[in-house]
């Protein structure tokens, strides 16, 4: 499997290495803790991975065909989550540990939002797909996405209005919502069916 990091990416590791505090290994080991999830549900489940690529947002992952099941689908995108959660759930004993458990948490929390893209998005779109169809799995994964990144832009402004500091929040819905809306239809379109995670 190829691993390709793009240029956001790049620069979201260099925003992180500058930073003095704990964060940047505690950030990178509740990504890489999260990505293991993904990779061994993938193995579990015999999908064959022909790409992983990190951007600003996350990581992609590629399936060499199409999954065999919305069944697969779910499974593949809930692994990455539930390896966080799991990992949340152990103590932490020093202030490190205590990083990694807030940045683990904050993955998994996160990565269940209901947004075209998030492990939430994809287990909401296999699961309605299953049951109801391609078209309705579309359009109300379109309106949940919509709701949760307004839901997310709308609280991150309310925190930088209160306490004044700290744009990061407020940056990264805005990101979001440009990235899906500018592209993202409320109709049906033909997909290739891959993994994605933020």
């Known amino acids: 499997m190829k691993i390709r990091m793009t240029p956001g990416a790049i620069l979201l590791v260099l925003v992180l290495l500058f930073n003095k505090s704990s964060s940047f290994p505690a950030t990178v080991l509740a990504?890489?803790?999260?990505?293991?999830?993904?990779?061994?549900?993938?193995?579990?489940?015999?999908?064959?991975?022909?790409?992983?690529?990190?951007?600003?947002?996350?990581?992609k992952l590629y399936p060499a065909a199409q999954?065999?099941?919305?069944?697969?689908?779910?499974?593949l995108a809930a692994a990455g989550p539930a390896a966080s959660l799991l990992l949340a759930l152990?103590?932490?004993?020093?202030?490190?540990?205590?990083?990694?458990?807030?940045?683990?948490?904050?993955?998994?929390?996160?990565?269940?939002?209901?947004?075209?893209?998030?492990?939430?998005?994809?287990?909401?779109?296999a699961l309605l797909a299953a049951k109801k169809g391609e078209a309705l799995a579309h359009r109300v994964l379109f309106?949940?996405?919509?709701?949760?990144?307004?839901?997310?832009?709308?609280?991150?402004?309310?925190?930088?209005?209160?306490?004044g500091e700290n744009a990061t929040l407020?940056?990264?819905?805005?990101?979001?919502?440009?990235?899906?809306?500018?592209?993202l239809h409320p109709t049906p379109h033909a997909s290739p069916r891959r993994i994605e995670k933020k």
């Open 170 to 183: 407020a940056v990264l819905a805005a990101s979001l919502f440009a990235r899906l809306f500018l592209t």
């Open 31 to 59: 990504a890489t803790l999260h990505e293991c999830g993904h990779l061994l549900a993938a193995k579990l489940l015999k999908i064959k991975l022909i790409r992983l690529e990190l951007d600003l947002m996350g990581a």
């Open 90 to 125: 152990v103590p932490p004993r020093s202030a490190f540990w205590a990083t990694v458990h807030a940045a683990t948490l904050s993955f998994a929390l996160f990565n269940l939002l209901p947004i075209e893209g998030f492990d939430g998005g994809r287990m909401l779109h």
């Open 143 to 163: 309106v949940t996405s919509y709701l949760s990144l307004l839901h997310l832009f709308s609280l991150s402004a309310c925190l930088l209005l209160r306490y």
């Open 67 to 75: 999954l065999p099941s919305y069944m697969a689908e779910g499974l």
